[in-house]
Every structure is written in C-alpha cells, then in structure tokens.
C-alpha cells in the first residue's frame, strides 16, 4: 500500500529529523504513512522543535484533547485529514489476496467494505463490533480474561511507549482512534455528534435515529480510522522485523 511518493516523503522527513537532533534516537527505515500535503505540514511544524519523546509533542497534546466529552465532528477528523490517506476499492480487494498475507480479520474487515449486499447502516455496526480486535492486533496486544481495551492501549500507546520513531508516533495514532470510537458518549452532556461512529452510542442505542448523511459521513470517518489502524500495523511490523536482525 506503499507508493514511490511516500519513499521520497520519508526521505525528506528523516533528513530534516537528523539536522533537528543529533543526539535523538534512530529513526526508523520506512514510515508507513501516505501522507498528504496537509500531513507534511504539520509534520514540519512538528519538526522544528522536536523533543527526545513523543509525550513532549503537540501531536500527542493534541491526541490527549480527545477523551474531553462533547467532541463534536470537527475535533476528530483532523487525525484522518493528517494522516493522508485514500484507500480505494482497489486496496482493499488487494487485502483479500492470499499473497498478501493477511489474517482473517483484515479479510473479514475488506470483504464487509466491498460487499454489494450490504446497505452501510449495516457494514457500520458490523465493523464497529470489530474494532477492538483490530486494535489489539494492531498493537500485538494479547488479550487476556477481564482485560480492558482503553487501560491496554494506554499501557502500549502512552506508559510504555517513548523516544521519538516512526512506531512511537504509530502507536500514538493508535491511541487516538481509540479515544474516538471508544468515547464515553453516556457522560455527555450535549447532543451527541451522529457524524461520529461512536462504538457506544451506536451499539448500545442503535442507529434509528441516524440520518442517511450522518451515516455516510460516520462510515467514511471509520473507514478513515481503519486505515489508519492497518497501516500503522503494517509500519509496527516492519519495525519489529528490523529489530530482529
């Protein structure tokens, strides 16, 4: 899911990161993200003054603002937007290809999005209810009796993870998607944004009261959100064979 522009990206991201720091940790040999115009500038911005670890950044400030309650549609898909991606119909009926190698989640998950028969009221609850695997596996997370998805995410994605790497800055991503889908919507206290697929809300009350546009935006943001769970794994395992060479 790479492209030539991508390679030329992380090229010139990792030459200014060098000049930035020269004491900073090693950066890693390919970054999994297709970013856009958007993303590089913000990235720059990120740059400039860039501390020796991802919790000192802005990035993860700006990550940390979304477990306030009340968000509201505008305060969440700047992680979409920033992250530059655009995955068409052809990547994901790549994904179904056996020479990829993809588990039996990231098929089930391809073939939900691509199924005609399916209006996406429907793909929308079922990918919700699929979330939570996805992001354990994303993380390598082993999950265990009584374990809980926000606790386990924070443990990888903030307590254990630090310096500053293409994987620290993933599982940052990471805790993000998170923080959206898995919001607290029963501790709000306004009107509760149905342009967001909140996992909670829409499980637990269903989606009746859903208008037609705020499903398809709902579903293009998760859609969005899966994206970036997929790359950022593709980029943690690229990283953990590097680490056992």
Not at 6 to 11: C, H
Request: proline content about 2%; overall charge negative.
């Amino acid at each position: 899911m790479k492209n030539d522009n991508y390679n030329n990206i992380f090229e010139n991201m990792s030459r200014v990161v060098l000049k930035a720091s020269e004491g900073m940790a090693k950066i890693v040999e390919e970054i999994n993200v297709m970013a856009s115009s958007q993303a590089l500038r913000v990235f720059a911005e990120f740059l400039q003054n860039i501390p020796d670890d991802i919790k000192d950044t802005r990035v993860f400030r700006k990550v940390q603002e979304l477990k306030n309650i009340n968000l509201r549609y505008e305060d969440v898909v700047w992680l979409v937007e920033d992250f530059g991606l655009n995955y068409s119909e052809e990547n994901w009926q790549g994904m179904l290809k056996s020479e990829q190698n993809k588990s039996d989640l990231h098929q089930y998950i391809a073939k939900t999005i691509l199924s005609a028969s399916m209006g996406k009221r429907e793909k929308l609850i079922i990918l919700l209810a699929h979330i939570e695997p996805l992001i354990y596996k994303t993380l390598e997370i082993s999950k265990t009796k009584n374990m809980k998805l926000k606790p386990a995410v924070k443990k990888v994605s903030v307590e254990d993870n630090g310096g500053m790497s293409a994987e620290s800055l993933g599982k940052i991503y990471v805790l993000a998607v998170t923080c959206i889908i898995y919001a607290n919507t029963d501790a709000y206290t306004n009107e509760i944004d149905k342009r967001i697929p909140f996992r909670n809300n829409i499980l637990h009350n269903g989606i009746v009261m859903y208008s037609d546009k705020d499903i398809d935006v709902a579903y293009e943001l998760l859609l969005g959100l899966i994206e970036i769970l997929i790359t950022v794994e593709e980029q943690l395992q690229e990283q953990y064979c590097v680490d056992e060479m």
